[in-house]
């Protein structure tokens, strides 16, 4: 009789040994996923734009802004600084990594296209820029938030 209740004794303490791992990798595998920060595309981004197949850079070329609002709207500004600049209202969509968009500016009545890719790890955005729903055709662009 003492037989079986040293067996029993053992069982259970084995079983509760199998239930406590089980339990212990359940929680540390559920609380291990790497939560990788996605940056938001609303808000304001800045860059620059050029003409044909030149790189846009720092120096040398037109200034662009972007602002994104949650909405699916974006103005668009010609310049750096969007204080003294024109600006363009349209909406843009998104797919994936690339963002598209269309806008017009009202006073001149010119209506542009765009796609860009995200780098949502460094916040820049490269892509191509043409008139009317044409995404591309005019020139290249970089924006970073």
Do not use: Q
């Not at 003409?51 to 103005?75: I, Q």
């Not at 949502?120 to 191509?128: A, L």
Request: hydrophobic letters at 35%; aromatic letters at 14%.
């Amino acid at each position: 009789m003492n037989y079986l209740k040293f067996i029993n004794m053992k069982t259970k303490l084995l079983l509760s040994a199998i239930l406590f791992i089980a339990m212990l990798s359940v929680i540390t595998t559920s609380c291990s996923k790497a939560s990788i920060a996605t940056p938001s595309l609303i808000g304001l981004w800045h860059g620059a734009y050029a003409n044909g197949t030149d790189l846009p850079t720092d120096t040398g070329n037109l200034g662009y802004s972007f602002l994104f609002r949650s909405n699916g709207t974006v103005r668009v500004f010609d310049r750096y600084d969007t204080i003294p600049s024109e600006a363009a209202e349209g909406t843009y969509t998104v797919s994936g990594d690339t963002v598209s968009t269309t806008y017009t500016f009202t006073s001149a009545l010119l209506t542009y296209s765009s796609t860009a890719v995200i780098n949502s790890s460094d916040n820049f955005m490269f892509g191509t820029w043409g008139s009317g729903s044409n995404t591309s055709g005019s020139g290249l662009f970089y924006i970073s938030k």
